[in-house]
């Protein structure tokens, strides 16, 4: 049985600095790709195809679960959802956007886990996931497809422990109470912008993913010169803008933006959000 863990964030000082430039810098890379999906305009189909109507609804936000490749998706299960138990033939993460979910041994007390809340399951491991809440959403991402469901009597053991980390148990750091050296500025923001470690390492090159709370009223970027940043707003409708797009959008949860080389993504909020974001090394923050 999965129990609700206290997540520290000690080693996150290393995933980000906390800066408040006025200008994104200027060495952009001109070439930089930038990736952009809105929670509106995704494909759904069912998550497991065997079930029909009674699985939960899929939407892709970049790769192919159905592929080989590493894949983020959206998970989109009816009010009052309960899978039967089973397992995957790889391991996921979860961070829930809305609703409540359960994930654990289909003995387990239910533990229903708020938006915010984030969750892994090992690959070979007998579990049920439930749902409450007529509008339940979560993001789920494997490091490598195809993303299948499979009967228990396939269960092994990976050797990999599953977590349940409700929001509440999150650890945020502030920001600019880090080490990291921040841009030279002349302003300050009231409320700090605060960082979740999930999983992985701030080393440079390593995949690592944190939850990024950006407070009400900020305007201005995240920065990445990473060859893999992928940002999905968990809570919150921030507009967003970067070097290829003219006029600012807004992002309402399940949204995905993302780039390849040094990139700028600029964010303007009116309320407090909360980005769940996937990395190699490390980005940061800055304040206009």
């Known amino acids: 049985m999965k129990k609700s863990l206290f997540l520290c964030c000690s080693i996150a000082i290393s995933a980000c600095s906390h800066s408040t430039s006025s200008t994104p810098p200027d060495n952009l890379n001109d070439k930089a790709s930038y990736q952009l999906r809105l929670a509106s305009d995704v494909t759904w189909d069912h998550l497991n195809p065997a079930r029909g109507n009674k699985a939960p609804k899929a ?10 490749q590493a894949t983020g998706f959206l ?13 995957h033939n790889v391991s996921y993460r979860g961070v829930v956007i809305a609703g409540e979910l359960h994930n654990d041994d289909p003995n387990a007390a239910n533990m229903w886990m708020p938006a915010g809340s984030f969750w892994t399951q090992p690959k070979g491991e007998v579990h049920i996931t439930a749902a409450k ?13 195809p993303y299948l469901v499979q009967p228990t009597n396939q269960a092994y053991d990976s050797h990999e422990r599953p977590i349940n980390v409700d929001s509440s148990n999150l650890v945020w750091l502030n920001i600019d109470n880090t080490q990291w050296q921040a841009l ?14 999930l999983w992985g ?40 803008q970067n070097q290829a797009r003219e006029q600012p959008i807004r992002l309402t949860p399940g949204s995905y933006f993302g780039s390849l080389g040094k990139a700028a993504h600029s964010i303007t909020t ?15 923050v800055s304040a206009n």
């Open 133 to 145: 809440g007529s509008h339940s959403l979560a993001y789920i991402e494997i490091e490598e497809g």
């Open 201 to 240: 390492q701030q080393a440079a090159n390593s995949l690592n993913g944190t939850l990024l709370r950006i407070p009400a009223n900020f305007n201005g970027h995240i920065l990445s010169d990473s060859d893999s940043f992928k940002g999905i707003v968990i809570k919150g409708d921030p507009n967003y």
């Open 184 to 197: 030279p500025s002349n302003k300050t923001i009231d409320t700090p912008v605060k960082i979740a470690l």
């Open 270 to 284: 009116q309320k407090e959000s909360l980005i769940y974001i996937r990395t190699q090394g490390q980005y940061r």
């Open 75 to 87: 998970l989109r299960p009816s009010d009052g959802f309960k899978s039967p138990p089973h397992i």
């Open 59 to 68: 939407a892709t936000l970049w790769g192919d679960r159905k592929g080989k």
